[in-house]
């Protein structure tokens, strides 16, 4: 008997923030793609001043803060030729903010035909924009996993490392849409017949493993929640993030919990804009889960 639950009471459901973008004003950031460092790096930047034009501060890697950047409307570089155009220099909302976070040559832990990013904080991959992991003994990827920050190779690896500008997640690049109540998830294995002539009994081999579940959804109709379900009808972007807690978290949503990317398969919507919702939603899973 698996010990590994399948149900549980609370889950939250997120989107990834278009341009890691948190606020209320005008979302027109646009990052650049050349990042050069030797280490990897995330980004935050956030309006800081409304003038003419407008200021912003940024930070690297959650250190001090450079401050009172005039927004020029044209390619702004921060460091390490990460740049950025914020279109407007008018305009915006004070507090509002952006991150992003890039890999450079990131450090992964080998075995056998896998490698697994080595900082568990940077494991959260970018679905929409996968990094490129490489072998020093120059085997093919497979498959990456972006919930475990895993890629598997075509056989046995020697030094692994990875590197992709926007490719992994920080948890401020991700926006709570919803929180789901009493889900429940099951898997699948789908076995291939292997059976022999002039065999007594049957024999099977298995293939490809899936996921899928529901949940009865609780949450605000806000305009994020119904943004991010035209984004995956319109393949802008076609994966929610969710933690599926297996029991009542505490305050600070530690506890056990599955991480999965999914898409949404089934919602039933019937209410208006800020009223409280209490429908069934269905996910199918997007590789595997991670319990953690």
């Not at 979302?27 to 001043?49: K, M, P, Q, R």
């Not at 992003?100 to 697994?116: D, F, M, P, R, V």
């Not at 996921?211 to 009808?233: C, P, R, T, V, Y």
């Amino acid at each position: 008997m698996s010990s590994v639950p399948t149900h549980g009471k609370w889950a939250d459901l997120y989107r990834l923030r278009p341009n890691g973008f948190a606020g209320s004003g005008l979302n027109d950031l646009t990052w650049g793609t050349a990042f050069s460092g030797v280490a990897s790096a995330y980004y935050e930047v956030v309006i800081d001043a409304l003038a003419t034009p407008d200021t912003f501060k940024w930070r690297k890697n959650g250190g001090g803060w450079t401050t009172d950047v005039a927004i020029t409307g044209a390619a702004q570089t921060l460091d390490d030729d990460q740049t950025l155009t914020i279109a407007a220099t008018t305009g915006h909302t004070l507090t509002d903010q952006w991150v992003i976070g890039n890999l450079a040559a990131e450090a992964c832990t080998e075995s056998g035909a896998t490698g697994q990013i080595t900082d568990a904080t940077k494991r959260i991959l970018n679905p929409f924009n996968l990094p490129t992991f490489t072998d020093s003994g120059a085997e093919v990827v497979t498959h990456i996993d972006p919930v475990r920050g895993l890629a598997t190779f075509g056989g046995n690896v020697t030094a692994v490392t990875v590197a992709g500008n926007n490719a992994f997640v920080v948890k401020s690049g991700l926006q709570r849409v919803g929180y789901l109540v009493g889900w429940d998830m099951n898997f699948e294995v789908e076995m291939g017949d292997a059976s022999r002539c002039q065999s007594h009994w049957k024999e099977f081999i298995p293939g490809q493993g899936s996921g899928s579940g529901s949940a009865n959804a609780f949450f605000i109709g806000a305009d994020s929640w119904f943004d991010s379900m035209e984004d995956e009808l319109g393949k802008v972007q076609e994966q929610h993030f969710l933690e599926l807690y297996t029991y009542e978290p505490s305050a600070d949503q530690s506890g056990d919990h599955f991480n999965a990317w999914a898409t949404m398969s089934g919602l039933s919507i019937n209410t208006a804009l800020n009223v409280l919702i209490q429908e069934n939603l269905s996910f199918t899973l997007q590789g595997a889960p991670l319990l953690s």
